[in-house]
């Protein structure tokens, strides 16, 4: 049986992406008595409000808590994980040698996924421990390929990776709001910028997915002289590279904090 501790968005898109692709045998833990009628009825998962009991019942246990609570949900149910059970956060700045310190187990995954899973287009990747050599990953990837795209990277990588696709959704939707808000200071209703700005971003994202490079398709938009040329100087002004690349670096900076025994 595949559990969760925790029933939130992420678990949420997980469980939605799971039954979809007709998994079942999933248990939720979660104390919030209306979610947890709410992905009962939804999912037709089970549910209980007992951590520990999850845990004991449960071979892969994927731990859906925020950073800030992991250490006191680890002190709760390190008694009951053995080396039979397969633990996997998608916690961010959670890193493997944190878990294995608190938990009697090899079988360690650590996995950063992103919003958009609640679509179905997510970007999940997956991080594991050397001695890792359970099928259980196996087990652990076709769950998270129900929700979108897996890649696997070396953990070194990952609050790189956070900061990049993990707090990457909103940069893209303060992106999208700024131009929605632009739009609608010259003239467009809000309604009209906004499907023009939504649109404008899925389909340059799929443009993008065929594989042609941001720059060439930047190249191909902005004609000598015209109005795109004008407006990409006015990024060059304000230095808009430099803004993405100081936000990506703060974001990573913070969760390096959170990955840290406090």
Not at 151 to 168: D, F, H
Not at 181 to 195: I, N
Request: aromatic residues 4%.
């Amino acid at each position: 049986m595949i559990g969760f501790i925790g029933g939130g968005n992420m678990a949420e898109a997980l469980i939605k992406g799971m039954t979809s692709e007709g998994m079942k045998d999933i248990l939720v833990s979660e104390p919030s008595e209306e979610k947890r009628t709410a992905l009962q009825k939804n999912y037709g998962v089970q549910t209980t409000a007992s951590n520990t009991g999850l845990v004991k019942s449960c071979d892969i246990i994927i731990l859906a808590v925020k950073p800030q609570i992991m250490d006191s949900v680890l002190s709760e149910i390190a008694e009951f994980v053995d080396k039979t059970k397969t633990v996997v956060s998608i916690a961010a700045g959670i890193t493997l040698a944190r878990l294995g310190a608190k938990l009697n187990t090899d079988k360690l995954i650590r996995v950063m996924p992103n919003t958009p899973a609640l679509v179905q287009e997510g970007m999940s990747v997956i991080s594991l421990c050397d001695c890792f050599s359970g099928k259980e990953i196996d087990t652990v990837r076709s769950i998270l390929m129900s929700i979108g795209r897996v890649i696997t990277l070396p953990e070194r990588l990952m609050n790189a990776v956070t900061a990049v696709s993990g707090s990457g959704p909103a940069f893209f939707a303060l992106m999208v709001e700024s131009m929605i808000e632009a739009g609608a200071g010259m003239g467009l209703t809000r309604d009209d910028a906004s499907a023009l700005a939504v649109q404008t971003m899925l389909g340059t994202a799929r443009l993008l997915d065929t594989g042609m490079a941001p720059g060439a398709l930047r190249k191909m938009v902005t004609s000598p002289g015209g109005t795109t040329e004008a407006g990409l100087k006015a990024f060059a002004e304000r230095n808009f590279a430099g803004i993405v690349d100081e936000s990506l670096q703060a974001a990573k900076k913070r969760a390096d904090e959170l990955g840290r025994t406090e």
